[in-house]
């Protein structure tokens, strides 16, 4: 019934709003899906770039692309080895 | 130099057959040389939606393997005369041909045809990529539902990988009412969605069903809504800018109701 009334009076709940939201996010999964080469690229960029600033431990480091209900993430778990001493100068 | 297109969607069942088969007939009316071609090999319909199923001898495996010429293997179509249909092999599967000699039927077409118009089968397999390899230009159909438009997206994705040139898209089965109410996606939706031109819209009709039980397609029918729609874009094709179909339906008693209320 509730329903029904938000229905007569409103379109927020439309089927239309919820196909569209639907094909949202079903095409960022879609658009998303990265090939395993492209991944093992990203990961030695992300080495190469992170090394100039910290000592990381390459073999434990994890890239992944995480996908949930509600949106597609870039997960990356990088243990830190050592910190690289600031030498620049600062202000 | 004639212009190959392609007609795909990645869905079944969304009016690519349909499409072809009207689109070619537009073209032909005005005078233009056309060649209608079914790769849906195993699945051939193209036939039964032109009426043309019973002047079939060969077939476009035939032509690909030598056992006939082309000039063998055309129909000619019973309404027009520049309109011709190379039909699709019903005994064979998608493997029966290959993309090299698809590129290869397809730039001989060029040469005879003004536009040569290819139905794609369903899915993204072989028969597709045979369909699509010779192809100047391609028309992607959806209707307005989430599988189709998701489908859609994947297909616009493969044909730009295969550089085939920004693909258009024509949206099919609107059905004004139930846009008019919230309860389907509209052309801006799936516009925004899928980001690509738009060639244009066809309302959801009965006459579509009638003209594909008579075997002729519905832009020679100047009662029919989908035939209008048809008709214009065919007209698109060849260049001409031309305003989309009005496609209001007449209001409901809840549209009379809710505007009395001030709500629309």
């Known amino acids: 019934m509730l329903e029904f009334i938000s229905r007569l009076f409103g379109r927020e709940n439309s089927s239309k709003d919820i196909a569209k939201e639907r094909l949202r996010l079903v095409l960022v999964h879609d658009r998303a899906s990265i090939s395993p080469h492209m991944l093992n690229q990203l990961k030695e960029d992300l080495i190469e770039v992170i090394s100039n600033y910290m000592e990381i431990d390459e073999d434990a480091l994890e890239v992944n692309l995480n996908q949930d209900e509600r949106e597609v993430a870039l997960i990356a778990n990088i243990p830190v080895i050592k910190m690289k001493r600031d030498y620049s100068v600062k202000g | ?264």
Not at chain 2, 57 to 68: A, F, H, L, M, S
Not at chain 2, 175 to 190: A, L, N, T, Y
């Open chain 2, 1 to 264: 130099m004639g212009e190959v297109i392609v007609v795909t969607s990645g869905k079944g069942g969304v009016g690519k057959t349909t499409t072809t088969a009207n689109i070619g007939t537009g073209l032909a009316s005005k005078g233009l040389k056309v060649v209608l071609v079914d790769t849906d090999i195993g699945l051939r319909n193209l036939d039964v939606v032109m009426g043309l199923e019973n002047r079939i001898v060969y077939d476009i495996v035939d032509v690909t393997n030598g056992t006939c010429r082309l000039k063998q293997a055309l129909i000619k179509d019973k309404r027009f005369e520049s309109l011709y249909l190379l039909p699709a092999a019903q005994t064979k599967d998608k493997t029966a041909v290959t993309q090299e000699q698809m590129k290869k039927l397809s730039d001989e077409l060029k040469k005879e045809f003004d536009f040569a118009i290819i139905d794609c089968p369903a899915g993204i397999e072989q028969g597709f990529r045979n369909a699509i390899v010779g192809a100047d230009r391609a028309i992607v159909v959806t209707t307005p539902e989430v599988s189709a438009v998701r489908d859609a997206d994947r297909i616009i994705g493969l044909l730009e990988a295969q550089e085939i040139a920004s693909p258009r898209l024509i949206i099919n089965r609107i059905r004004p009412h139930m846009v008019k109410r919230g309860d389907m996606m509209d052309i801006s939706d799936i516009l925004d969605i899928l980001a690509i031109d738009l060639l244009g819209v066809i309302p959801d009709d009965d006459s579509i069903v009638v003209s594909t039980n008579r075997g002729e397609p519905a832009i020679m029918d100047h009662s029919s809504h989908a035939g209008e729609a048809y008709r214009r874009i065919t007209r698109r094709i060849q260049g001409e800018e031309v305003p989309l179909m009005n496609l209001d339906a007449p209001d409901g008693f809840m549209d009379k109701l809710k505007r009395f209320f001030g709500m629309n």
